[in-house]
């Protein structure tokens, strides 16, 4: 899965997105994930959903003749016919604080006296964030277990039925294994090519790899936040890869924008889409990366007059050609047994992978540092890996004909060489 996500409030009315579809495609996405699209509680927020079955103003296009729904299926054509499959954020954790749904069926909520429960965060260790625009569902302990769980399948199918093939599950953890179970099963014995995406994020290794279990297509991993260096990631890799192949991501619609962390660093953005892009099954980055965006995308607040134009940066070719190569190699495309091996120079990353499913096997040799050059030593590279084969540069811009004996290499800062073989 290589993922654009088409943030909904920046793209605008949904008779718009077709030049979004063209860039994403162009780039070699073969994904594109949306954010919730349904119309939205008094807080506005994408992920207070009011009705599951409506739709956000914002998002129609009132100088259509099309109704709202028609286009939503007219949008989502658009995206089969550039080969794009589409996904959608499925939120059931919780709803709008002010959704008909509490007062028809109260029953399906968790309550704390005469309130309904907003669903909360420990952030800090310590810090408790509350949502109070969202109400909590009682998937758990509701007297009406099956009344809530059709209601969870009739909105999966509702969104099936408008052309969507995909689902990232808001904070999956959330519910209890056997629904996801159900859910998944029964949704698939009906539409098998359908994909489910765990988001997980938060978790520890050990609740990312329940979750997991439930029979999830993917989970997110938390490359994002590894600093290059920390053994916490193989750790969650390996806890997980066996179960569910992950998807890594540089950034998301979470996160603050790396361009604006990195103080507009072009290497560090190419550093980390490469990285995101070979560590792991899938990769997503959010719309605006290729430009180096710097404002935060708001779940309430952004507009479509939030395109930040003219910022300098292109990353459209680099994207694309990383994209093509994971498209290329099987070994890109799977969780398969990874280590990080010594390397002479601490501020270089070598990074070794095997496919459990074919003969290929990688190295990626990493620049940790966004600034500086560094150099790279090897006697013999043929002592890193397993194959008799030689091993072929395939690296994103120019390549080298041949790898030398002894390799020796000064990689550009945030450079990346990305070197195949076969066993």
Known sequence: MIIYDLFPLLAGPFTKWEQHFDHAADMA??????NPIQKTGVSG????????????????DPD??????????????????RGLRVMIDLVINHCAADSALIKEHPEWFAWEGDHVAHPFCIEGGDRKTVWDDLAKFNHEHTSDREGLFKFLMKIVSHLISLGFEGFRCDA???????????????????????????ETLGCTPDQTSDTARAGFDYVFNSSKWWDFNSNWLMEQYNLIRETSPSISFPESHD????????GGNINGLKQRYLFSALFSAGVMVPIGFEYGFRKKLHVVETRPDDWEADTGIDLRDF????????????????DSPTHFLPSSNG????????????????LLILNKDIWNNNTYYCDNMRDLIQAGAALTDISPGERMEYL??????DLLPGQGLVLITSR
């Open 64 to 81: 259509s003749p099309l109704s709202a729904e028609d286009q939503v299926k007219g949008m989502l054509k658009a995206a089969k016919k």
């Open 319 to 334: 994207i694309r050609e990383v994209n093509t190569i994971k498209k290329t190699y099987k070994i890109f495309q799977e």
């Open 29 to 34: 996405f073969d994904w594109i994930f949306i």
């Open 347 to 362: 501020n270089i990353m070598v990074m070794w992978k095997a496919s459990t499913r074919t003969r290929e096997e990688m």
């Open 45 to 60: 927020s994408l992920y207070s959903v009011s009705d599951y079955f409506d739709f956000n103003p914002l998002l129609v």
């Open 172 to 198: 999956a953890y959330q519910l209890p294994h056997d629904i996801w179970t159900r859910l998944i099963r029964e949704t698939k014995a009906k539409h098998p090519e359908v994909c489910f995406l765990a």
């Open 255 to 262: 996160t603050p924008r790396l361009c604006e962390e990195l």
């Open 404 to 409: 030398p004996r002894p390799f020796h290499y």
